[in-house]
């Protein structure tokens, strides 16, 4: 076990499953360059036909993955940044995801997508997507969202073996953290199993992607006014681990969720939405979204920082949901 | 323009091509007449004077070479060789259909016989295509993929970013642009820029080739020369069949929302079938001969109806299966009203 960053952990994830099975195959914008540090190496021990540069030209490299692998190969896309993946709507949407539904099951898609989250930067308002609930709305995708390098590589892993397609969003704020990662090469996380990142009793918190580490901040911090916070994270939003939730919040009793995304019709809005439906005589209060407004992410970091879920947002909103006293709004 | 003076293939191919052709009109011709009765629902995409294009094209490929193609899905399937029964099952909706009913009338994609697809938003099948020709080229094997796609989809950005990525990869591709003349009620002239889809090719340095869209034997010799070239490793090719849908753009609407110029006679005049059968005539082949294939092509359809009017609905978990390799559960709610 060594201790890696949560980029390493998509480096190694690729490598081992590279070097398993050779209808894995690789294809992106400029990978081969390796730009982030997720195929290092790879060019080297894999060789161009398998580690393929493509045009610019994201609708016709996706759908070429879906076409690839329909005829039994795995490709794996890097498709960068996750706002490079509206031109390919038309191909996630009517070729990826409904191919196998639409001809009665002759079709099998066992491909990954993946695409960064690449926000919080300075990026502006095309190039810090967090879109992950747009496909949420579109079935035949499985859609996994780690928010530490373990989940990481063992969510990839399960992703490349998995025989339908599934959607991979990596949170950038996450890119740096470091953990203990399995050498192990059949470690694998399942798809569709959430995590309690954090044992508590008063009031659960279900974070996404990189709210979780903003979560475990927030309720470490929250100790101090005795309010004891578990921190759920459910890794993949399709298929989402409902019961996990539902049963955390039977525990506590009260549910926060904590979405880096838009609010409306947002991850956090259906993980909501579930919990008034299913859990609604265990709620001792109203449930909170804490996630992104619905404005864009301006340029200057000044103004863009503070629209984001921050450990103050979830400390205040734990403070409500238990009657504590709130701190006064300073914005 | 690609024009064949004489007929290509031995004796058996040749029937072959004529019995293709011959399914394809007796089947939709049957699958018009129940939809005006109301027994199959949806909307209906007829293939009915384009069956040259298709059989033409398939009669290049091997069983085993991939194929894409479009919601004007009945001839593709036929052409390359598909069984009637559970094409006709599909458009009735039944269980039996080639895609269990969750497909109908636009999607009748036959995987058994190296359908990818029968895609219905115009252009997707163009990287879906690039995307097979790689697979094979990666898996070493000698397989094509052909795209079909029509003139409508000429003006998308699918189909130029397939033929880019399978140029610039040299993929064992085939794009075969079946220029029926109207995108639904637009005239490609108004649509498309400059005189033909197949100059386009020019842009990505592979070969553009025109081909009589009504010949059989004029389109299966050009897919032929494009599918030795792709086999060959040389890359794709993109070949537009000159060809003229004869019923509105879906039928049974009410109203032709085409429209029609003094050349539809001439069009209709140079019917595919007619013209292979009269080559086929004058080269010493019996009109008998001929004629049985049409009369065992018409029990063939009229069996296939008899099949499909007899399987079952799908059962409501149908509804279920296939969004992913495990089946989706069934909201109780749901169920209890289905």
């Known amino acids: ?331 | 323009m690609h024009d064949a003076q004489s007929s290509i293939g031995d004796n058996d191919r040749r029937l072959e091509k004529y019995r293709r052709m011959q399914r394809i009109r007796q089947f939709e011709t049957k699958a018009e007449a129940i939809h005006a009765a109301g027994e199959i629902p949806g909307a209906l995409h007829t293939y009915a004077g384009m069956e040259a294009s298709g059989v033409g094209a398939c009669m290049a490929l091997r069983p085993d070479d991939y194929m894409v193609g479009t919601h004007r899905s009945h001839g593709h399937p036929i052409a390359k060789g598909a069984m009637l029964r559970p094409l006709m099952a599909e458009l009735l909706g039944k269980s039996t259909g080639i895609c269990r009913g969750k497909g109908g009338s636009m999607h009748l994609s036959d995987f058994s016989v190296g359908s990818l697809g029968e895609t219905s938003i115009v252009g997707s099948g163009g990287p879906v295509a690039a995307g097979a020709a790689l697979g094979a080229k990666l898996q070493g094997l000698d397989r094509v993929a052909l795209c079909f796609f029509g003139d409508g989809a000429s003006s998308e950005g699918a189909i130029h970013e397939g033929m880019n990525l399978a140029a610039v990869w040299k993929l064992p591709a085939i794009f075969v642009c079946e220029n029926n003349r109207f995108g639904m009620s637009t005239p490609t002239s108004d649509a498309v820029a400059g005189e033909h889809v197949a100059d386009r090719a020019h842009g990505y340095g592979i070969p553009g080739v025109i081909v009589d869209g009504q010949d059989v034997d004029a389109v299966e010799q050009a897919v032929r020369e494009a599918v030795d070239r792709a086999r060959a490793g040389k890359g794709p090719t993109l070949i537009e069949t000159k060809t003229y849908r004869y019923a509105d753009h879906a039928v049974n609407m009410g109203r032709d929302l085409t429209p029609r110029g003094p050349e539809h006679d001439e069009w209709v005049g140079r019917d595919p079938i007619r013209l292979y059968r009269a080559r086929l005539i004058e080269e010493g082949v019996g009109d008998d001969a001929l004629s049985a294939i049409d009369e065992a092509v018409r029990q063939e359809v009229a069996d296939a109806l008899q099949y499909a009017r007899d399987s079952a609905y799908p059962d409501f978990e149908e509804a279920f299966d296939h969004v992913f390799v495990d089946r989706l559960p069934i909201p109780a709610d749901v169920r209890a009203h289905a």
Request: with cysteine.
């Open chain 1, 1 to 331: 076990m060594a201790k890696i960053t949560f980029l390493e952990a998509i480096q190694q994830a690729q490598a081992e499953e590279l070097a398993r099975d050779p209808s894995v195959f690789m294809m992106g914008e400029d990978i081969r360059c390796n730009v982030f540090g997720t195929t290092t190496g790879f060019v080297e021990r894999f060789g161009e036909e398998r580690i393929r540069d493509t045009p610019i030209s994201e609708n016709g490299f996706i759908g070429a993955a879906g076409g690839a692998a329909m005829v039994g190969m795995r490709p794996i896309v890097d498709a960068t940044l996750s706002s490079f993946l509206y031109p390919a709507m038309d191909q996630i949407c009517s070729i990826i995801a409904k191919s196998r539904y639409i001809y009665g099951g002759q079709a099998r898609l066992p491909l990954v997508i993946r695409s960064c989250m690449f926000y919080g930067n300075s990026n502006a308002a095309q190039h810090s997507d967090r879109p992950y609930a747009m496909f949420m709305n579109m079935p035949g995708l499985k859609i996994i969202a780690p928010s530490d390098p373990r989940d990481m590589k063992g969510l990839l892993k399960a992703a490349i073996r998995d025989d339908d397609p599934v959607l991979c969003f990596e949170d950038g704020t996450c890119w740096m953290a470091k953990a203990e990662v399995p050498d192990d090469p059949d470690f694998l996380i399942p798809i569709g199993k959430g995590d309690v990142k954090r044992e508590g009793t008063d009031v659960t918190i279900i974070a996404i992607a990189g709210g979780v580490p903003t979560a475990l901040k927030a309720a470490k911090r929250l100790e101090a006014d005795d309010i004891s916070a578990e921190v759920i994270d459910p890794r993949t939003l399709v298929p989402l681990d409902r019961d996990l939730i539902l049963r955390s919040v039977r525990k506590t009793g009260r549910a926060i969720c904590v979405d880096p995304a838009h609010l409306t019709c947002s991850a956090a809005s259906e993980i909501s939405a579930t919990i008034v439906e299913q859990a609604f005589d265990a709620l001792r209060a109203p449930v909170i979204r804490v996630t992104t407004p619905d404005t864009h992410l301006p340029f200057s970091p000044h103004i863009e920082k503070p629209l984001y879920p921050t450990v103050e947002r979830i400390v205040d909103a734990a403070r409500r949901i238990v009657g504590a006293p709130v701190a006064p709004q300073t914005v």
